[in-house]
């Protein structure tokens, strides 16, 4: 199984970035698709997840409205639409994929908010 996440980057207070993650070896329709995340010096938090079977979402109480996670079983990928960035996302993003073989991360992707 391999998670490859991409779309971080830097960007100012108020603006969007669209992070996503592929996944290898694993359907992401038949996972626990989560979106976690870790600041300098903090421990993991979870930022938003998508179930199966249907897609139901869930949202950390600190991103809910702002952020949007969706899967696309066609592609194999899910996304998270951030929107109205804070300095307080800056953090590196994480993709994993929960199964019943076990739990798998990907290396993740960098966000950048500043002020």
């Known amino acids: 199984v391999r998670l490859v996440e991409s779309g971080g980057g830097q960007v100012q207070a108020g603006g969007s970035l669209r992070l996503s993650c592929v996944a290898f070896g694993v359907s992401v329709g038949h996972a626990v698709m989560r979106w976690y995340r870790r600041a300098p010096g903090k421990q993991f938090e979870e930022v938003a997840l998508?179930?199966?079977?249907?897609?139901?979402?869930q949202y950390h109480n600190a991103v809910r409205d702002r952020f949007v996670i969706s899967r696309d079983d066609v592609k194999n990928t899910v996304d998270l639409q951030m929107n109205n960035l804070r300095p307080e996302d800056t953090a590196r993003y994480y993709c994993?994929?929960?199964?019943?073989?076990?739990?798998?991360w990907g290396q993740g992707t960098e966000v950048t908010v500043s002020s």
């Open positions: 994993t994929a929960d199964r019943d073989s076990g739990k798998y």
């Open positions: 998508v179930t199966t079977p249907g897609k139901i979402t």
